[in-house]
């Protein structure tokens, strides 16, 4: 979104864009949140779900790099840049 030189009308208007293209889809949070409380629901004692307005290429990633730390299970329903639920769930070998 932001780059130098960018003029901050431009800046604006890119937000103001995502904010409404996100709004007009089915999801709980937006994408940058999304990857962000994958963490966090991999750490709960239980099974979570949220539902994102698109996954991204970073969400897809961050869900690989817990998976290999952690034993949980993410599922994610839906395609790059589309609505989605995300399932987090521990498994057998959860740490505490």
């Keep these: 979104m932001c780059a130098p030189g960018k003029r901050a009308e431009r800046v604006a208007d890119e937000a103001v864009e995502a904010l ?16 962000q409380l994958l963490l966090p629901l991999a750490l709960a004692e239980g099974p979570s779900m949220l539902r994102t307005s698109a996954v991204t290429r970073h969400l897809l990633a961050n869900a690989e790099v817990i998976r290999l730390f952690l034993p949980v299970r993410i ?22």
Excluded: K, S, Y
């Excluded at 599922?75 to 505490?96: K, N």
């Design 75 to 96: 599922d994610i329903d839906g395609a790059l840049g589309e609505c989605a639920t995300i399932q987090v769930e521990p498994t057998a070998g959860t740490l505490r």
């Design 20 to 35: 409404a293209t996100c709004l007009e889809r089915d999801g709980a949070v937006d994408p940058w949140l999304a990857d």
